[in-house]
C-alpha cells in the first residue's frame, strides 16, 4: 500500500514538473529565478509541498507554482540577506523566530504593538517576513512554523489589514505546508470583525488552524520556558540586535579529537596556569620529561583512546529510551540528561546504533555551540556498530533547559573515506532530502545532596535537642529527688523528735506516779 502510494506520488512529482515546462516555462523563461526552477526540478519536497496544499490537483499545484514563482522574483527572495533589511526595523524586534512550540515547531513571533500602519515602510516589513521565512526554509525543509501573533497592548492603529493577508499568503501560496498553526494572543474584543475577515482569507480547511488564546489557553501550545512573562511564561529572553536573534542549530566546539581523561584535562590546566613557577623550580632535563610526556599524551593511537573511551563509558548510566530512526537509532529519544553542579555528573551520554548495510555520517549541532563540547561531533558510524558521543558543559558554563542539539545523519553509499575532508566533501554534496534529522532537549537533573544533608543536619539537631531535653528531665528528676531527701531527712528528724518527746513524756508520767504513791 504503501509502495502504491509513493509511486502515484512520485508521478504527480513528474507531471507537474514536466507540465510546468511546457506551459509556464517555454513562453516566458525571464518570468521566473531560474534557481527556482532549478530547485524545482531537483527538490521533490518542494513539488510535493505545493501537491499537498492543493490535494494533488496539478492543475491548481501549477497555478500555484506560477503565483509563488513570480512573488519569489519579484521579491528577490533568492538574494534577501541581513542587509536588506532596514536596521531599524531589527533593531525595533516587531518580527523574528524564537523557540518551539510543545510539537516542536519554531514559533514566528509577531508583536503587533511595535507594528504602525505606513505606506512607506510596507514594503520593507514584508522583506522582513519573507527574508525570516526563507532563510528557516533553507535549513528546516519542510519543517511546520507556528506564527506567535501577540497583540498585547495593541492599540486600532497597529491594524494593518493589508499586512495580515499577506502573511496568509506567504503560508497559502509562497510557503505552502509550512504553517503549523497561527496562535492569536490577548486580542481586544474591538478586533474581532478584523480577524473574521481574516478566516475568510484562510479558507474554511485553514480555519482550524486559528487558535485565540488569553494567558490561560496559550500554555496548551507553548511552553512556559518559551514563554514570556506578559504572558505567563519563564523565557528571560529579551530581543536585542545586533546579532540577528537566531537559535539555529550550530557547530559546538572541541568537534573532533579523542576523549582526554579527566585528569589529562585537569593536568593541562595545572601545567597552563602554573606553568612559569613551574618551569622555574625544574631543572632542563625535567622539562624536556615533561614536554615529552605531554606529547606522548595527545599522540596517543587510537586503539588506546578507545580504550579510554570504553572504560569512560563504564560511568555513564546508559540511556534507556531509543528514537528508532531510518538510518540511525539514537539513545535518548528525547532528553539529555546533565546533572547539576552539585550532583558532580555535569556529562552527558548520546548513544547512536547504525542500523543500515552502508556506513553513515553524522554531524551533532547545538543551539548554544559556546557553552557545550561534544566528542565526537562529526564522525561516521560502520554498518551495525554504535557510537557514543559525550556532551559536557565548557567552563563552567550553566546548562538550560532552553538548549537543543540536532543530530544530523546521512548514509554514504559510495565512501571514499571518512576521514575530516572525505566527510567535510559528503556534507557538502549530500542532497537535503537524504539527511535524517533528529532533536534532543536539555533536561537538568537536580542534586539530592542538599535535601539528603539537610535531612542529616536536621536527624542531628534532632537528636541534640533530645539530648538537652532528656538533660534538663534528669536535673529536674534530681532536683525533684533532692527534695524528697530533704522532705525524708525532715521526716525522720521529726519522728527522731517525736520519739524523744514520747519516751520523756513517759518517763515524765512514771516519775509522777511514784511520787504520787509514795
Known amino acids: 500500500m504503501a509502495e502504491c502510494q509513493a509511486q502515484n506520488k512520485a508521478k504527480l512529482i513528474s507531471e507537474t514538473r514536466r507540465r510546468f515546462e511546457v506551459e509556464y516555462l517555454t513562453d516566458k523563461p525571464d518570468k521566473y529565478d531560474p534557481r527556482d526552477v532549478e530547485r524545482l526540478q531537483q527538490d ?30 519579484e521579491m528577490s527572495v533568492n538574494d534577501l540577506t541581513e542587509s536588506s533589511i532596514p536596521r531599524w ?8 523566530l524564537h523557540g518551539y512550540d510543545k510539537e516542536g515547531n519554531k514559533l514566528l513571533w509577531i508583536r503587533v504593538k511595535y507594528h504602525i500602519k505606513d505606506h512607506k515602510t510596507i514594503l520593507d516589513k514584508k522583506k ?11 535549513r528546516e525543509s519542510g519543517k511546520p512554523i507556528t506564527v506567535m501573533f501577540d497583540l498585547s497592548e495593541t492599540g486600532l492603529n497597529s491594524i494593518d489589514m493589508d499586512f495580515v493577508r499577506f502573511i496568509i499568503n506567504c503560508f497559502k501560496v509562497y510557503y505552502p505546508k509550512y504553517l503549523s498553526k497561527i496562535v492569536i494572543f490577548d486580542m481586544p474584543w474591538i478586533m474581532n470583525a478584523a480577524f473574521k475577515i481574516v478566516k475568510s482569507w484562510l479558507g474554511p480547511e485553514a480555519v482550524s488552524l486559528l487558535k485565540f488564546t488569553s494567558k490561560n489557553e496559550v500554555q496548551d501550545y507553548v511552553s512556559v520556558e518559551y514563554l514570556p512573562p506578559h504572558m505567563g511564561g519563564t523565557d528571560p529572553f529579551k530581543y536585542t540586535y545586533p ?37 622555574e623550580t625544574v631543572s632542563n632535563e625535567e622539562q624536556t620529561a615533561l614536554l615529552k610526556k605531554i606529547n606522548l599524551t ?36 528525547e532528553e539529555l540528561y546533565f546533572g547539576s553542579t552539585e550532583s558532580g555528573e555535569k556529562k552527558a551520554l548520546i548513544v547512536l546504533t547504525n542500523v543500515t548495510k552502508n556506513i553513515v555520517a553524522f554531524k551533532v549541532r547545538t543551539t548554544a555551540p559556546e557553552k557545550y563540547r561534544v566528542k ?39 565512501s571514499p573515506g571518512t576521514g575530516p575532508a572525505e566527510l567535510s566533501q559528503f556534507w557538502k554534496e549530500v542532497l537535503r532530502n537524504k539527511v535524517m534529522e533528529h532533536r534532543l532537549r ?65 518517763a515524765f508520767v512514771i516519775s509522777l506516779f511514784c511520787l504520787l504513791f509514795n
Open 89 to 96: 526595523l531589527l533593531e525595533i524586534g516587531g518580527i523574528y
Open 44 to 73: 521533490d519536497n518542494w513539488v510535493e509541498s505545493y501537491l499537498f496544499w492543493r490535494h494533488d490537483a496539478v492543475d491548481e499545484t501549477l497555478k500555484m507554482i506560477d503565483e509563488s514563482f513570480q512573488w519569489r522574483k
Open 243 to 279: 546579532p540577528l536573534v537566531d537559535d539555529d542549530f550550530q557547530t559546538p566546539l572541541c568537534e573532533n579529537g579523542p576523549i582526554a581523561s579527566e585528569d589529562e584535562a585537569s593536568s593541562k590546566e595545572d601545567i597552563e596556569s602554573d606553568g612559569k613557577e613551574t618551569l
Open 298 to 333: 595527545e599522540a596517543v593511537s587510537k586503539a588506546e583512546e578507545n580504550e579510554k573511551i570504553d572504560s569512560k563509558m563504564k560511568g555513564f548510566k546508559k540511556p534507556l529510551s531509543v528514537f528508532k530512526g531510518p538510518l540511525l537509532h539514537i539513545s535518548p529519544a
Open 128 to 138: 522582513l517576513i519573507a527574508f525570516w521565512l526563507e532563510r528557516y526554509a533553507k
Open 376 to 414: 565526537p561531533s562529526n564522525s561516521s558510524c560502520d554498518p551495525g556498530a554504535s557510537v557514543d558521543i559525550i556532551v559536557s558543559p565548557h567552563g563552567g558554563l550553566t546548562v538550560s533547559a532552553q538548549d537543543r542539539f540536532l543530530i544530523m545523519a546521512a548514509e554514504m553509499e559510495q
Open 442 to 506: 536539555c533536561h537538568i537533573v537536580e542534586s539530592s545532596k542538599p535535601t539528603t544533608l539537610t535531612l542529616k543536619d536536621s536527624a542531628f539537631n534532632m537528636s541534640d535537642k533530645t539530648s538537652e531535653d532528656m538533660c534538663l528531665q534528669l536535673n529536674r528528676l534530681l532536683e525533684s529527688n533532692k527534695k524528697l531527701e530533704d522532705q525524708l531527712q525532715r521526716c525522720i528528724w521529726f519522728q527522731q523528735l517525736l520519739l524523744s518527746l514520747t519516751v520523756l513524756s513517759l
